[in-house]
């Protein structure tokens, strides 16, 4: 459904699940990637830098806002009654 229809579609995805290390986070919450990291790194696999300035920060707003959710789920979870 949500699957890379191009290349370079899946160039970014790819890029997307090597930035795990690249969090930005608050006390308590995910802000999002550094993309100077971001951008340096897909320079650097030669994914093309225009195509990933557009596709990333889409992206990132879906993994914010889930990762966001996964850790208020674990809070909620782990609160004693």
Known sequence: ???PQTI??????DLTQ???GQ???????????DMGAALSLAEALGVNALIAAELLPEI???MVRKLNEQMAERSTAMTPI
């Open 1 to 3: 459904m949500n699957r």
């Open 8 to 13: 370079e579609g899946w160039q970014v995805w």
């Open 18 to 20: 090597r930035l795990g």
């Open 23 to 33: 969090l930005r986070i608050a006390p308590g919450a995910v802000i999002g990637w």
């Open 60 to 62: 990132e707003a879906v």
